[in-house]
């Protein structure tokens, strides 16, 4: 276990992992609440692995996740751990899949099963799924799936067990359905509370700007280019929007791809494969992914609109600054949002700084710096013969050097900022006077970010019970007149 949590580049325990794995070993219940983002997955896998008797054939733990996606990154998750400990066997069990699948491993009789609550009482009721030598049972996302409408799922799912079971729950809030759930289910539990615990909390600048509905694509595409992002998750309230900004990105040269309840599985999973790998840079996605998605290296987050929930801003958020690393989030806001804006800030008590989008003038500033860097790194690779020498006939044309450097300067300037709309002017927009504050500056942009050829994948919660849950929170788009109007008008030349 040590070479495989060493192999995932672990240095030390977070606070939810350093409490629970004890107090698991120990054969304690646990009721736990932390953020995303703090390891609770490797916080309850751990033990049960351990405690798992490999040389029986019967499934002794099972993990319900809200999601198919969480159950393949939970799964995941298992088998990197399970890295040296090939006489365990995990399956993943989830609506989308071909059951045919699901029933020759389940004939295999694996030790540990994850699952979402849908197609694990499909296997219960078909036969295929027998737990009554179960020991662990986790209910991850716990909350979530009580959103969800899984409460009498997991009731069934929980009656199916043996009682003197091991029952292990992590909620990001406590809401007292699940109080009581846990009362009628769980012995004496230990509860593990880090949500409180600011050494935890994720390093996330928060930035707001204020501005008109048509600039949010031109202001989108600045901060990337500005902060160098190379990975960025971007939030929009329904799908058709998720469309309509991917195919934008796109027409600007990023690689972008959407994540929604319109997808099939296969489009999800090579899109997440993709999002993980680096090879998609943008991933535009509505509020289902904001609990699906564990990607550690996520740089910064875009509350393209702001959430309807309040509650859905900090689980947007909590998917940068993860790992201990450091992370930046961006929020849209159009006329009266500020004060839904200011509700937000009331509620979780933090401060959103404003600022002001950037301008062409501040985007050339930061890519002359990366030009700099460039012509460094080329000056000390040599191999210029060639290229001295076309110089020089150039200055033998009476040419002067000085123009020639700041010629070629301006024509790599002007290439990057073709996509650029330089009339929009983003500073005339406020609800209210602001001063405004000094931005800050990433670095600029590599010439080779913008390429080709791009695809686009989904993303579905899958098994929700409650209609139109796959339209979004609100269901299906209803503001269709504002929405089907196109962003970007062609700009004459």
């Excluded at 071909?98 to 979402?116: D, F, M």
């Excluded at 799936?145 to 009682?163: C, H, Q, S």
């Excluded at 280019?225 to 195919?247: G, P, Q, S, W």
């Excluded at 790194?377 to 110089?391: P, R, V």
Aim: one cysteine or more; a positive charge.
């Amino acid at each position: 276990m040590l070479r495989a949590v060493v192999d995932m580049g672990f240095e030390e325990t977070t606070h939810i992992q350093s409490e629970t794995i004890p107090t698991l070993m120990e054969g304690k219940d646990v009721i736990g609440q932390a953020q995303t983002g703090t390891g609770k997955t490797a916080a309850y896998a751990i033990p049960i692995i351990e405690n798992i008797a490999n040389d029986v054939e019967y499934i002794q733990a099972i993990v319900m996740c809200p999601t198919r996606e969480l159950v393949i990154q939970v799964s995941d998750e298992f088998q990197k751990l399970l890295k040296y400990k090939s006489n365990i066997t995990v399956v993943p069990i989830y609506g989308g899949q071909e059951i045919g699948r699901q029933l020759k491993a389940l004939k295999k009789n694996p030790h540990i099963i994850i699952g979402t609550p849908g197609r694990t009482i499909d296997h219960i009721k078909r036969g295929t799924l027998k737990l009554e030598s179960v020991k662990f049972v986790v209910l991850d996302e716990a909350d979530e799936m009580l959103d969800m409408g899984f409460k009498d799922d997991i009731e069934l799912i929980l009656a199916k067990t043996p009682k003197a079971r091991q029952t292990i729950m992590f909620s990001a809030t406590m809401p007292e359905e699940i109080t009581r759930i846990m009362k009628r289910h769980q012995n004496q539990p230990k509860r593990i509370d880090v949500t409180q615990k600011k050494i935890d909390s994720p390093k996330i600048e928060q930035i707001y700007f204020e501005l008109q509905e048509k600039t949010k694509p031109e202001a989108l595409a600045r901060l990337l280019d500005l902060h160098n992002i190379k990975l960025a998750l971007v939030f929009c309230n329904t799908r058709r929007k998720v469309d309509t900004l991917v195919e934008v990105l796109k027409s600007r040269g990023y690689f972008a791809e959407g994540l929604h309840g319109e997808m099939n599985q296969n489009q999800r999973e090579r899109m997440m494969n993709n999002f993980r790998n680096g090879s998609t840079e943008i991933l535009v996605a509505t509020d289902v992914a904001a609990r699906g998605i564990d990607v550690n290296d996520v740089e910064a987050v875009f509350n393209y609109d702001l959430p309807g929930d309040d509650e859905d801003y900090i689980h947007r958020i909590g998917r940068t600054g993860r790992a201990g690393k450091s992370g930046i989030a961006f929020t849209f806001i159009v006329g009266k949002e500020i004060y839904n804006m200011r509700r937000i800030e009331r509620l979780n008590e933090t401060k959103i700084k404003r600022s002001m989008i950037p301008t062409i003038d501040d985007l050339d500033e930061s890519r002359l710096e990366a030009i700099k860097n460039m012509i460094s790194a080329t000056i000390d690779k040599g191999h210029l013969s060639k290229f001295i020498n076309y110089i020089e006939t150039l200055v033998d044309e009476e040419f002067v050097t000085m123009d020639i450097a700041a010629a070629l300067l301006k024509i790599t300037l002007d290439r990057k900022n073709e996509s650029y709309d330089n009339s929009m002017n983003f500073h005339d927009y406020s609800f209210q006077e602001t001063p405004k504050e000094n931005f800050k500056r990433g670095k600029g942009r590599s010439s080779g970010r913008r390429k080709g050829n791009f695809r686009s994948g989904g993303f579905d919660r899958g098994e929700s019970k409650k209609s139109g849950y796959n339209h979004g929170k609100f269901g299906k788009d209803k503001h269709k007149s504002k929405e089907n109007k196109p962003w970007n008008k062609k700009r004459s030349k």
